[in-house]
C-alpha cells in the first residue's frame, strides 16, 4: 500500500477518498479537509478569538490541535459533567493537552458550581441522560463564549456524528432540526457563533490523526450514552459505508448542498427569529440568567430546579456579550485561577 502523494509507504486508507497515504500526507489531509470545510462555510476568520469545547476525546482535541496549527488564536473549554468513572479521566486527558502546549483550559465542573451531576440530575428531572447533558453543555457553552467574548464556538462534531443526526432527523422527518442543521449558527441576541470544523473528517480519521500526532485522548465512550440511538443510526451507517465507501459523506454533504436551504426557508418562514418556534413576541429573557427562553426560566435554569442544584457566582462578571440583560454570573476560571481563587460565593439557585 502507498501513499497517493508521495509512493512511500502509506499508513492508512481513505476508502471514500480511494486514497492511501503515508503519515505525512494523512496530517496534511486532515488539515486541507478542515481548512476546505471553514472555507467553505465561512466558519472563521484568522483573527477570530475562538473558544474549542474540549471532552477530551479524539474529535475536540484533534479540532483543537489542528486549529492551533493553523495560527489560530483558540483557547478550550471543559465541562465536567460529574459522570462517575468518565468525568475525571476525560478531564485529565483534555488538562494534559493544555498543559503539554502551554494553552488555556476554561473549566467549568456541574457539581462545584451548579451543584448536581448528570446522573442525578437527569433522575430527578427525568429525563434522559443525554438529554440532561445536551441542555447543560449548550448553555454552559453559550454563557462562556458569551462571557469571555469569543468569537466563536467550536465543537468536534465530525462527518459520522453529522450523518447520524441527519439520519435520525430523515427517519422522523423532523423538518425544523433539519432546517437548524447547520455546520455553522451565526451569532444572535444571548448566542455566540457556533462551527463544526471537522464535518470533512470521519471517526476513524480523528483517531488516527491523534494517534499519528501522539495525542493521548479518552477512549472510552461515555458510559450514559449506551442505547442511545445515535450509535445505532451510526452502526447503520457504517454498514452501508462498507459496502458502498463514500455514501456517508455524499448523504451529509449532498444534503447541505440541495436540500438544507428548503428546510431553512420553510423554517424562517414560521419562525422568523430563528428561535425554536418562537415568534418574536414569545422571545424573553430567563429571569435567573439572562439566557435567551420563551418561559420565564430558561430550560437550563429549570433543570438545575430540579436537580435541586444551586448556582456558584463571583462577584462582578467576566467581559459579556449580555450586560444589559445579565443577573448573575458563572464561575468561570482556568485551572491555576480555580486553585487560587477564594472568592466565590453560594448563591441558592432559587434566590
Ligand atoms: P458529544 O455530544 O459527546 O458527541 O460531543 C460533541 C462535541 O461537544 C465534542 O466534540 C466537544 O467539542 C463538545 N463536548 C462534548 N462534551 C464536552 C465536555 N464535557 N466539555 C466540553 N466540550 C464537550
Ligand atoms: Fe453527556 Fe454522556 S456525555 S450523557
Ligand atoms: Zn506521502
Ligand atoms: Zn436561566
Given at each position: 500500500?502507498?501513499?497517493?502523494?508521495?509512493?512511500?509507504?502509506?499508513?492508512?486508507?481513505?476508502?471514500?477518498?480511494?486514497?492511501n497515504?503515508?503519515?505525512?500526507?494523512?496530517?496534511?489531509?486532515?488539515?486541507e479537509q478542515m481548512s476546505r470545510a471553514i472555507r467553505e462555510f465561512d466558519m472563521l476568520s484568522p483573527t477570530d478569538r475562538v473558544l474549542v469545547a474540549v471532552s477530551g476525546g479524539k474529535d475536540s482535541l484533534a479540532v483543537w490541535d489542528l486549529l492551533q496549527r493553523s495560527?489560530?488564536?483558540?483557547?478550550?473549554?471543559?465541562?465536567?459533567?460529574?459522570?462517575?468513572?468518565?468525568s475525571d479521566t476525560s478531564g485529565d486527558y483534555a488538562r494534559a493537552f493544555a498543559e503539554s502546549r502551554g494553552l488555556k483550559l476554561i473549566e467549568i465542573d456541574l457539581p462545584t458550581d451548579y451543584g448536581y451531576d448528570i446522573p442525578t440530575g437527569?433522575?430527578?428531572?427525568?429525563?434522559?441522560?443525554?438529554?440532561?447533558?445536551?441542555?447543560?453543555?449548550?448553555?454552559?457553552?453559550?454563557?462562556?463564549?458569551?462571557?469571555?467574548?469569543?468569537?466563536?464556538?467550536?465543537t468536534g462534531h465530525n462527518l459520522d456524528d453529522e450523518a447520524a443526526v441527519l439520519f435520525g432527523n430523515v427517519l422522523r422527518w423532523q423538518t425544523e432540526y433539519l432546517a437548524r442543521q447547520m455546520?455553522?449558527?451565526?451569532?444572535?441576541?444571548?448566542?455566540?457563533?457556533?462551527?463544526?470544523?471537522?464535518?470533512?473528517?470521519?471517526?476513524?480519521?480523528?483517531?488516527?490523526?491523534?494517534?499519528?500526532?501522539?495525542?493521548?485522548?479518552?477512549?472510552?465512550?461515555?458510559?450514559?450514552?449506551?442505547?442511545?440511538?445515535?450509535?445505532?443510526?451510526?452502526?447503520?451507517?457504517?454498514?452501508?459505508?462498507?459496502?458502498?465507501?463514500?455514501?456517508?459523506?455524499?448523504?451529509?454533504?449532498?444534503?447541505?448542498?440541495?436540500?438544507?436551504?428548503?428546510?431553512?426557508?420553510?423554517?424562517?418562514?414560521?419562525?422568523?427569529?430563528?428561535?425554536?418556534?418562537?415568534?418574536?413576541?414569545?422571545?424573553?429573557?430567563?429571569?435567573?440568567?439572562?439566557?435567551?427562553?420563551?418561559?420565564?426560566?430558561?430550560?437550563?435554569?429549570?433543570?438545575v430546579d430540579k436537580a435541586g442544584g444551586s448556582v456558584r457566582v463571583e462577584e462582578g462578571r467576566i467581559g459579556s456579550g449580555l450586560e444589559d440583560n445579565a443577573a448573575q454570573s458563572v464561575r468561570i476560571t482556568t485551572r491555576a485561577e480555580r486553585l487560587a481563587s477564594s472568592t466565590t460565593r453560594e448563591v441558592e439557585a432559587g434566590q
Open positions: 500500500m502507498k501513499c497517493v502523494v508521495c509512493r512511500e509507504s502509506a499508513v492508512i486508507d481513505v476508502r471514500r477518498a480511494n486514497s497515504f503515508c503519515s505525512d500526507h494523512f496530517l496534511r489531509f486532515c488539515q495560527g489560530y488564536e483558540a483557547d478550550g473549554l471543559y465541562v465536567g459533567l460529574g459522570i462517575d468513572g468518565y437527569a433522575r430527578a428531572a427525568r429525563r434522559a441522560p443525554c438529554s440532561a447533558c445536551g441542555t447543560s453543555k449548550r448553555h454552559l457553552f453559550d454563557k462562556a463564549a458569551l462571557e469571555g467574548s469569543y468569537d466563536v464556538l467550536v455546520p455553522v449558527l451565526q451569532a444572535r441576541v444571548g448566542f455566540p457563533k457556533k462551527v463544526k470544523p471537522l464535518i470533512r473528517l470521519s471517526e476513524r480519521d480523528t483517531a488516527a490523526y491523534c494517534i499519528l500526532q501522539g495525542i493521548d485522548y479518552m477512549v472510552e465512550e461515555c458510559p450514559m450514552s449506551a442505547g442511545n440511538k445515535h450509535l445505532g443510526y451510526k452502526e447503520a451507517l457504517n454498514s452501508i459505508e462498507l459496502a458502498s465507501p463514500g455514501t456517508k459523506s455524499d448523504f451529509y454533504s449532498g444534503f447541505l448542498r440541495k436540500a438544507s436551504a428548503l428546510f431553512r426557508a420553510e423554517y424562517l418562514e414560521k419562525s422568523p427569529t430563528g428561535q425554536d418556534s418562537a415568534s418574536v413576541d414569545e422571545l424573553t429573557y430567563c429571569e435567573r440568567c439572562s439566557a435567551p427562553s420563551t418561559a420565564s426560566l430558561c430550560a437550563f435554569c429549570r433543570l
